[in-house]
């Protein structure tokens, strides 16, 4: 696992923003409040051209776009990223979460939307990781 995001920042040239694309179990309302926040976000629910994709089609949609790919499924996307990063093959970063972490609920997305916020905040862990794990609340 990566440590806190911000342990990550670090001095010298500003890294790009970071910009997310949201996977299929994650509800559009989360990408549109942190996007009235300023953050470059997407959600897969929200794109007809991603809907109903598999799994490495929305990973390569993420790669094009250049996005980091938000997710809960790392049974099946970290062996995907896993044989990108062997092949030399062009690839996005994703930040896996979880839902005991981050419970999945339209009443209260709060907590996932807060975390999100921090991690674009802070960036992503700099290169060459290309994974990452949102963490609940240490505190």
Do not use: C
């Amino acid at each position: 696992m990566a440590g806190t995001a911000a342990a990550r920042r670090v001095s010298g040239p500003e890294r790009p923003k970071p910009k997310l694309m949201l996977d299929e179990m994650f509800s559009p309302a989360i990408s549109t409040v942190l996007r009235e926040r300023g953050h470059d976000v997407v959600a897969v629910a929200d794109r007809a051209d991603l809907r109903s994709l598999g799994d490495e089609s929305i990973f390569g949609a993420a790669t094009a776009e250049k996005r980091w790919l938000v997710t809960e499924n790392v049974k099946d996307l970290r062996p995907i990223l896993l044989s990108a990063m062997q092949s030399g093959t062009p690839m996005t970063g994703i930040l896996f979460t979880s839902s005991r972490t981050f419970p999945r609920s339209r009443q209260n997305p709060g907590p996932l939307v807060e975390a999100l916020d921090a991690w674009l905040k802070a960036g992503p862990p700099p290169p060459p990781l290309t994974e990452d794990w949102l963490l609940g609340d240490a505190t």
